[in-house]
Each structure stands twice: as structure tokens, then as C-alpha cells.
């Protein structure tokens, strides 16, 4: 099957329990009387487990699995595809690798932590109030466990051990599988030899042979041996199996009696046993509209415990929705915890929305290939100016953008791989001063009030010309810089510049003044900063004020940009279609229809101009020349006098046929008078069978010849009345004779 998705076990299995609705057997205590074919369980898209097992294994031997059909007995659960006592996979957290950090070796001169001043009395009480507070949640667990182990007693099956399911055992060895397991071919999950599900085997098979169990199931399948070629453990039903059986051993062997085998010399023994017969079922074919639209009608609904799984077909639903996880609180599911949905074929690359039902966060998660690099974001309101995580994919943005988090009241942004080093940065915004109706930060932006940048480390300047952070405390006009720290250093060194208008106020030009600047240098006898550097570098200061300013008001519009675009796609929920996919696409199909339209109009063109008698004569005259009168009486002359020609050219050619049967006869019976008196009677019997056939085809071409020259002048007739009647001619040649 062209599907690369199948020839693995686990997404073989998935696609069976969701392409397959359950129907339980007619009687739980024995198995169906008759088995349904692959081919129509597919067809019907329904069957019992035998059926869900059939398929599953016949389509797990195709791709190189040994795998066998097991008839046994199974819990009530995995009987009746019950899992609201199983934890649905999709909840399940992968656990998280810790990766030690390596202890960077301790400095020569290092600050000593800062004494700790808190209470232990505080620290106590803390804990004790932690202790109690898991210790009852432990109660509540317990509580709650015991109250669904009573529920669970009193609602124990009656036929425990004696449901019979059938389900699929896959054995070590073939596509690199280490240990043999089983898979349930409702849920498609796999479940080890030794699981209390599976309480006994009866038998199993596959396309090969039938095997049939002869060990003990008191231990339920934990203490089974799935050796199929010991038929101690196994016995088989037909020859043609391609497991090796036990050897005789060499004591049963030195008993044999000689005698009887020189008796029984020569003699055939009669075999009984019969081969398995090939299959007469056709062979398994998934079209593709079956393959993507897998569930039943194109939705599957299924429970977990404290959880419900629902799929969709792709472009089933308008949004894109294929599957949609909801967490509950209670076992009752009648609290929403959180849902969590599943997006395909989004315009926007929209691929995973997280809801939680008691915050009211949202996190979306986008596929690469948003129109701003979005990869999530989260939130509670789709207002501006509102709690909001947004994440980048960094390597498609020109800026370097990784997470902006926004605030009411803040803005902050991190940064990787920037020219200039940029890592971080914080803007904090004040009250409006204008109260505007609607407020945004196009026609009424917020005032900003404070502005921290931080920096990577540049390793091509010196550690005290290297900005580590840089605050621009926008109202009080203070630069506030921290440069980077030299290895082997505490502290690092540090300025500070009081901004200060150009002019005063009676406009006299204000000089730079050491007061002005206030800095700490690390090694202050290296080197002195003076008042031109301290004037030029405030300057430039000033100057980047500005441009981050303007980054952070561009950075609030690209918020406001990016909230209007999510909810413009939301609104429409736009799916993208693949131009291979001429089912679903529009344009492909217009355009392949109009492809064939025109290679149809085009063949016809090419068989009228085949037909056409009149082609080779238009074919004369010049591409889109229109036909004159004269151009047209000529062209009727020239058919006619080409056709007057092929008609002679025929007559003669039959002319010329009927003179040499002629000749040819004459010679023959002008050699037969000269040799009549020596010829045998072999001779003649050949010259009189060569005069009659010579003579049969001189009558034919007699005939041919007489009947052409009376059809030929109506011919020429017709022609001419044809061509007077042409709509190419007709108006030219009317009223000529």
C-alpha cells in the first residue's frame, strides 16, 4: 500500500481502531461462527474484534511483522473497548531529563552570599502548613480510591474469565522487535505478555497455520511459553509452517526397529495431511479518500478516564479542527478542566490551542510559516494592552524577536543573534495623559516612562567599554550604563549621565560640565575619561534614546498588527488546499478542466482538418489572410481538377493491372501450346488452376474498371456541388457557374 504511515505497527494499529466502528459480539462466551474477509470489513468499516484482528494482522504480516491472530479470553473492559479507567495517552508528560550542571570552579576572590535573616520559626510553621495541606489531598486521594474500589466490587463482572476477545500477538525477531507483546486492535495500544487483561489463549493463527494452546492459563498468559515450534506447547494443525519442530532425540532413535523398516521398504505411506489452501480473498486496497478520511463518517468519539478524545476528518470541520482533547475535574466529566485542540490545514499555521477553563489562558501554537514568525501566544483577552506572551521563530525575523510579554503597564522583549548584541529589553509605560474613547498606541500612544537594554558580550571591545545594560529613565532625563565585568572581577564599572537641554532659557549654548557625569571606573588609574569623550558619548546616548523609543513604539504597532490579523483569521478561518489535491482545489480543477478542454478542441481541429478535403489548398494561403472571390473560384478549380486527376490516375492504375493479368495470361498459354505433347499430367493440372485464378482476377479488375468509369463522372458531380455548398465558398461562389 503506498501509505509510509503503515508500515510501522503502532500507526498501523492507530489507523485500524480508527478506521473500524466496534460492534460486540452477538454472544460474549463464543467466538462468531464465521469470519468476515478484510476486504469487506473495509468496505463496511465496522466488525467485531475478530474482524479489527484479522485486518490488523493481515496488515502487519504485509509490512514484515510476525504477527498472529490470538482467540482467547480478555477483561470485561478490553472486551467492550471500555478505557474510562485508563489514562488517556494525550495527558501523559513525557518526563523531563535534569541535566546536571557542570560547577564552574570557584574564583580566587568571590562575594560571600548575603547572610540569611529570615525566621526559622516562620520557616517551620511554613512547612508544617505544606505538610498538612499534602497530607490532606492524600486523604481526599485515598478516600476517593477506596470509594471507586467499592464501586468497582460492586459492580464486578459475572463472567470474569470467560469473555472471549481476540486480539493481535506480535513475536521477537522480524523488524528488529526485542520482545514479543500484544496489541488490541480496538484501542491500537500494546500491552505486555504478562498484562492482567489477557486472562488465557485457546489458540492463534496466521495466513500460514492454526496453532493450538496445551498450556496452563491459572496464571492468566504470564506464564505462557510462545515457542510455536514445540508442539508440546503447541500443536499445529497444518504442515506448511515454517517453524522448526523439536528433533528426535538419539535414544528414541537407536529404539527404532530395523526390521520394520526393511518391511515397510519401498512402501509409500498414504499421507493424510493436507497444506493450507491459497487465499481466494482479493487483495487489500485502502483508497486514498479512505486513508484520509479514516473514522466512520468522520468523527470518532472516544472516553477516557477523566478525559474525552474526539477526531475529525481533515477539512471536515470549516476551521480545520481534527482533534479536540477535553480534561475533566470529576470522574463524572462534568467539570471542564482544559481543552486542548488540534488544527490542520491552517492558512495561518495555526496547529495546537490550549485552553484552561479556570484561568482562561489560551496558548496557541503555530507551525513555521506565520506571516510575522509567530510560534505561540498566549493570553486571556484579545484586547491590547493586555497580559500576553507572544514567541517567536527567531531565524525568520530581521530583528532577532524570540518572546515579547506585555503587560497593562509594561513591555518586554528578548532578542538572539543581533548585530549589535541586543538581548533584552523593558519599557515601562505611564497613565495616558490624553483620555481618549478608544485609546491605541496609533492614535494615542503611552507615554513611556522607563527603557532597560541589555547587551551580549562583545568580545571585539575591551570589558569597560562593552554595555552590559543600559536604563534610560525617561522622566527624571538620567542614562544610567553598566558595563561588562573583566574576568577575575567583582564589579564592574558604571556611568551615569544627567541629560540637560541645548539651550537655557534665555538661549545660551550649555557647556558639558563634570557634574554632569557620573561614573566608576574599576581601575580608575588605567586611563580618565574626559569631557569631550563625556560630551560625545552622551550625544550618541541621546540619539539611541530616541531610536529605542521608536522600536518600542513600532514593537506596540506590530502588537496591534499581529491581534488584528488573529482575529481577521479566526473570523475566517481560511484552509489551504494542496495543488495536488484536485478534489478539493478550486483553481487546480478549473484549470486542469480548461487544459482539457483545450487539448480537446484542439484534437477535434486536428481530425476535421484531417477529414478536411479542402485543407491542403487553404493551407496556400497566408495565416488569418481572409478569402477573396478569386482566390476562392481558383481554389474550387484546383480541387476539382486534383480530384478529376485522382480519378485518372486510379483508371490507369486499374488499366495497367488488367493488361498485365492479360499479358501474362497470353504468355502462359502461348508456353502451353509450345509444350503441350511433353507435359505431364502435374503440369497441366498446375496450368489450368494458374488460367482459372489469372482469369478470375482479369474478370475482377474488368469489373473495377468498368464500375469506376461509371462512378467516376458522378463523383466529379458531387464534389463540384459539395464545394458550391461549403460555407467557406458559398458566398463567393454564388451565381458562378
Not at 510553621?125 to 478516600?143: D, F, G, H, S, V
Not at 470522574?331 to 485542540?341: G, M, P, S, V, Y
Not at 483577552?381 to 515579547?404: C, H, N, W
Request: proline share 5%.
Amino acid at each position: 500500500m503506498p501509505y509510509p504511515e503503515l508500515y510501522n505497527w503502532d500507526s498501523c494499529a492507530q489507523f485500524v481502531a480508527d478506521f473500524l466502528s466496534m460492534v460486540p459480539l452477538s454472544d460474549p462466551l463464543k467466538p462468531p461462527s464465521y469470519l468476515y474477509s478484510s476486504t469487506t470489513v473495509i468496505k463496511y468499516q465496522k466488525g467485531n474484534c475478530f474482524d479489527f484482528s484479522t485486518l490488523l494482522c493481515s496488515m502487519l504480516i504485509g509490512s514484515g511483522y510476525d504477527a498472529y491472530c490470538v482467540n482467547g479470553y480478555g477483561s470485561q473492559d478490553l472486551c467492550h473497548m471500555d478505557l474510562t479507567r485508563e489514562v488517556c495517552p494525550l495527558t501523559v508528560k513525557p518526563k523531563e531529563i535534569v541535566q546536571e550542571k557542570e560547577m564552574a570552579p570557584p574564583k580566587k576572590y568571590s562575594v560571600k552570599p548575603p547572610r540569611d535573616l529570615s525566621s526559622r520559626f516562620e520557616k517551620e510553621q511554613e512547612m508544617k502548613k505544606q505538610e498538612e495541606i499534602r497530607a490532606e489531598e492524600e486523604r481526599r486521594l485515598r478516600k476517593e480510591e477506596a470509594r471507586l474500589q467499592e464501586m468497582e466490587k460492586a459492580n464486578s463482572d459475572p463472567l470474569h474469565g470467560l469473555r472471549v476477545h481476540c486480539w493481535v500477538l506480535v513475536l521477537s525477531g522480524k523488524r528488529e522487535v526485542p520482545e514479543s507483546f500484544f496489541i488490541d486492535p480496538f484501542t491500537a495500544r500494546s500491552y505486555s505478555t504478562q498484562d492482567n487483561h489477557f486472562l488465557g489463549i485457546e489458540s492463534l493463527w496466521n495466513h500460514k497455520n492454526y496453532w493450538v494452546n496445551m498450556q496452563d492459563c491459572w496464571n492468566c498468559c504470564k506464564d505462557l511459553v510462545f515457542d510455536l515450534g514445540d508442539p508440546v506447547r503447541w500443536e499445529y494443525l497444518l504442515l506448511g509452517t515454517d517453524k522448526p519442530y523439536l528433533s528426535v532425540t538419539e535414544e528414541d532413535d537407536s529404539d527404532l526397529n530395523d526390521d520394520d523398516d526393511v518391511e515397510n521398504l519401498g512402501k509409500e505411506e498414504e499421507d493424510k495431511s493436507f497444506d493450507m489452501p491459497h487465499s481466494w480473498v482479493e487483495q487489500i486496497e485502502i483508497t486514498p479518500e479512505a486513508f484520509e478520511t479514516r473514522c466512520p463518517n468522520g468523527k470518532k468519539v472516544i472516553h477516557y478516564k477523566q478525559a474525552k478524545l474526539e477526531k475529525w476528518t481533515p477539512y471536515l470541520n470549516s476551521n480545520g479542527l481534527v482533534c479536540r482533547l477535553s480534561t475533566y475535574r470529576d470522574l463524572e466529566c462534568t467539570q471542564i478542566l482544559e481543552i486542548k485542540e488540534w488544527y490542520q490545514n491552517r492558512e495561518n499555521m495555526l496547529e495546537l490551542k490550549h485552553i484552561n477553563e479556570i484561568t482562561g489562558l489560551v496558548v496557541d501554537y503555530f507551525k513555521p510559516g506565520h506571516p510575522q514568525a509567530l510560534r505561540a501566544h498566549s493570553y486571556t483577552s484579545m484586547q491590547p494592552e493586555t497580559d500576553r506572551i507572544m514567541e517567536f521563530y527567531e531565524k525568520a525575523r530581521v530583528d532577532g524577536l524570540i518572546k515579547r510579554e506585555e503587560t497593562p503597564k509594561t513591555m518586554t522583549e528578548y532578542y538572539q543573534g543581533r548585530a549589535d548584541f541586543l538581548s533584552y529589553r523593558h519599557v515601562n509605560f505611564g497613565p495616558r495623559v490624553k483620555k481618549l474613547a478608544l485609546n491605541s498606541a496609533e492614535s494615542n500612544p503611552r507615554p513611556m516612562v522607563k527603557i532597560t537594554e541589555r547587551f551580549f558580550r562583545n568580545s571585539a571591545k575591551p570589558a569597560d567599554e562593552d554595555v552590559a545594560e543600559r536604563v534610560f529613565l525617561i522622566l527624571e532625563e538620567r542614562i544610567q550604563l553598566r558595563y561588562h565585568c573583566r574576568e577575575d572581577y567583582i564589579t564592574a564599572s558604571k556611568r551615569e549621565f544627567l541629560q540637560r537641554t541645548d539651550v537655557d532659557s534665555k538661549g545660551n549654548k550649555i557647556i558639558m560640565t563634570p557634574d554632569m557625569c557620573v561614573s566608576f571606573e574599576v581601575e580608575p588609574m588605567e586611563y580618565t575619561k574626559k569631557l569631550l569623550y563625556q560630551y560625545e558619548a552622551m550625544m550618541q546616548l541621546k540619539n539611541e534614546e530616541k531610536l529605542s523609543r521608536h522600536q518600542a513604539w513600532e514593537s506596540e504597532l506590530e502588537v496591534l498588527e499581529i491581534l488584528k490579523l488573529l482575529e481577521e483569521e479566526e473570523a475566517a478561518h481560511t484552509l489551504t488546499i494542496s495543488i495536488y489535491d484536485t478534489k478539493r482545489n478550486e483553481k487546480s480543477r478549473e484549470h486542469r478542466e480548461a487544459m482539457e478542454r483545450v487539448m480537446h478542441e484542439e484534437h477535434m481541429r486536428q481530425v476535421e482538418a484531417q477529414l478536411d478535403y479542402l485543407a491542403p489548398f487553404l493551407a496556400q494561403l497566408l495565416p488569418g489572410e481572409k478569402l477573396t472571390r478569386g482566390q476562392a473560384v481558383r481554389l474550387k478549380e484546383e480541387c476539382l481538377n486534383d480530384f478529376k486527376q485522382r480519378l485518372i490516375d486510379k483508371a490507369n492504375l486499374i488499366q495497367a493491372r488488367f493488361e498485365k493479368e492479360t499479358q501474362e495470361l497470353q504468355k502462359k498459354q502461348q508456353w502451353y501450346q509450345e509444350n503441350q505433347v511433353t507435359l505431364t499430367a502435374k503440369d497441366e493440372d498446375l496450368y489450368l488452376s494458374y488460367c482459372s485464378q489469372a482469369m478470375f482476377r482479369i474478370h475482377i479488375l474488368e469489373q473495377r474498371l468498368n464500375r469506376h468509369k461509371e462512378l467516376a463522372p458522378l463523383k466529379y458531380l458531387a464534389l463540384e456541388e459539395k464545394l458550391h455548398k461549403d460555407p467557406r465558398l458559398v458566398e463567393f461562389l454564388r451565381g458562378y457557374v
